[in-house]
């Protein structure tokens, strides 16, 4: 696959400052300095900070790709627990920066709160890191996997000793803040970043590099460790802006084969969403969940019109399937497109509509290729008078699609390589240059709020990012999720569809769609200025 972002960050600059519990982390490209002679200095091989090297051996923005921000009003996550029950929790040294002396490092059990009591630390490795790449320090022992058995309760990791005290420093800051007492002030960071395959640029299951760093005579000193078979602990606080007090996710009917693509249609207050195997279309109001079309082509992703008609994509390959069509609910569909170039599409996935009354829709191949007549899985648009253009073809496997309130930015999920991109849009249906965002684990489907939040549906649960692709939280479902949308009173509900299930959460935002509501009000977008 082609990476819209390929340039590697080449400088990282910032400053975590602590107003409240809020942080702010800022990177940029280095300005180049030109000399009076009018000559652009020579380049200069980028100091081994630790945003440096991140960037550099695995393909990481450090800034955005951070794990476990602190956010205003909100508890960063900073505690794992083990994903698979049946292995351990594997923990590993992998590099060093400036560090000489010998570090360990281990796991406790996580105070339940900020006031309670960590439990007792369990030193895992003691490691020594010998010269390496610059100042960058490769392990003594190549091979320094520890492996433990933390139970069902939640854990943290520590490294302790020279650099990071005696202590220790923990994930979970609170813990970190009572192993030091009233002592030196400024206590070590700790970041948490997905663990990315450098070979195949895509993010490791269950595994998240944490680095330890700890800014001595005005130089970085770090550790960069990496945990496998774990689920990262959502930050419950980091969410309290955005989901309705005590909120949790419930569910509102269930016994389907596989459901996808839910749609709120605004006219009747009802939700629709598609049962794919036997090709149904369920709609789901007052509690009851009915048939409302029982021969849907195998539609997956919904989304209704200024019209209040349905559109769909329909991905079988018989009974006008693999198409874009439009219907009354319960009527019969029409086209709106089936063919690129004369050939069929793959298998229409999910789509977004626009203010022009164009369709952007993704169109990947799941399963056999058997008939499959295009030569690349691709984005397309349609115009609202039926012509379609292909406006992306250098993605793996594109799936989930949206734009922005404002209709400025198109957001596009490569299941096929685990990352989120986004594209300015030019104008309807034309699109600027892609760019990487975010990694997400095996996504499927999302949907936006009216501050411009993606809500994207990944197997770890629906996971909340800024519109820039940091990470805000994740909300854990029952089963994995494939799509969602908002609906309900006043668009305020988060309707997700999931395996069997249809579930539901209240929160304190509102969806929104340009197509429908236009673009939202300035201060809507705008981020809320802090309070002295």
């Not at 000793?161 to 803040?177: C, H, I, K, L």
């Not at 006219?267 to 279309?281: T, V």
């Not at 909300?475 to 009173?489: D, K, L, S």
Request: glycine fraction near 10%; aromatic fraction near 8%; hydrophobic fraction near 35%.
């Amino acid at each position: 696959m082609k990476h819209a972002d390929g340039s590697s960050v080449k400088r990282f600059f910032g400053s975590i400052a602590l107003l409240g519990v809020a942080a702010a982390c800022a990177m940029a490209e280095p300005a180049q300095t030109v000399q009076r002679t009018g000559r652009t200095p020579p380049a200069t091989q980028p100091a081994d900070t630790l945003a440096n090297v991140l960037a550099r051996r695995w393909p990481l923005e450090p800034a955005r790709d951070l794990r476990n921000p602190v956010l205003r009003r909100g508890t960063p996550a900073d505690t794992f627990c083990i994903a698979r029950t049946d292995q351990p929790v594997t923990f590993e040294p992998v590099l060093a920066i400036g560090i000489t002396q010998p570090i360990r490092a281990g796991w406790h059990a996580a105070a339940e709160g900020r006031e309670g009591e960590p439990g007792t630390p369990n030193t895992l490795w003691t490691c020594r890191f010998v010269p390496g790449d610059g100042d960058v320090r490769e392990p003594s022992t190549p091979d320094g996997t520890t492996r433990f058995e933390p139970g069902d309760v939640p854990f943290g990791l520590f490294a302790a000793d020279g650099v990071f005290s005696r202590q220790g420093a923990s994930t979970q800051r609170p813990t970190t803040a009572r192993w030091r007492g009233q002592g030196r002030v400024r206590s070590p960071r700790v970041w948490i970043y997905p663990d990315v395959d450098a070979a195949t640029a895509r993010p490791v299951p269950n595994s998240y590099l944490v680095c330890w760093e700890a800014p001595i005579k005005g130089q970085a000193r770090a550790l960069v460790a990496r945990v496998g078979n774990v689920k990262l602990q959502p930050g419950r606080g980091a969410l309290q802006e955005i989901l309705a007090t005590e909120a949790t996710v419930r569910k509102l009917a269930g016994g389907f084969k596989f459901v996808e693509g839910p749609a709120w249609d605004f006219k009747n207050n009802a939700l629709y969403f598609s049962e794919i195997p036997p090709s149904h279309i369920i709609r789901y109001a007052d509690g009851q969940a009915t048939v409302a079309n029982s021969a849907s082509g195998k539609s997956n992703g919904l989304m209704f019109d200024r019209d209040g008609k349905l559109v769909a994509c329909e991905g079988a390959d018989a009974d006008g399937g693999r198409r874009i069509s439009r219907a009354v609910p319960g009527e019969p569909a029409v086209d709106v497109a089936t063919h690129y170039q004369g050939k069929r599409f793959n298998s229409p996935n999910d789509l977004w509509l626009d203010a022009a009354g164009g369709i952007y829709f993704t169109d990947p191949r799941y399963g056999p290729s058997d008939g499959m007549e295009m030569e690349t899985e691709a984005v397309y648009y349609v115009t609202a008078d039926g012509d379609v253009r292909r406006i992306i073809d250098d993605l793996v496997k594109p799936n989930g699609i949206a734009l922005s309130p404002d209709g400025r930015w198109l957001y596009v999920l490569d299941n096929g390589a685990d990352t989120l991109h986004r594209y300015r849009v030019r104008a309807p249906g034309r699109i600027g240059s892609a760019r990487r965002i975010a990694y997400v684990n095996h996504p499927d489907g999302m949907t936006v709020d009216v501050k411009g939040r993606l809500y994207v549906t990944t197997r770890d649960g629906v996971v909340v990012l800024r519109p820039n692709g940091g990470w805000i939280g994740t909300i854990p479902v029952p089963e994995g999720p494939a799509n969602c949308t908002f609906g309900g009173q006043d668009n305020r509900t988060l309707f997700i569809t999931a395996r069997t299930s249809l579930y539901a959460i209240d929160t304190q935002t509102r969806g929104w769609h340009v197509h429908l509501d236009g673009p939202p009000p300035p201060q809507a977008t705008q981020p809320a200025r802090r309070s002295n």
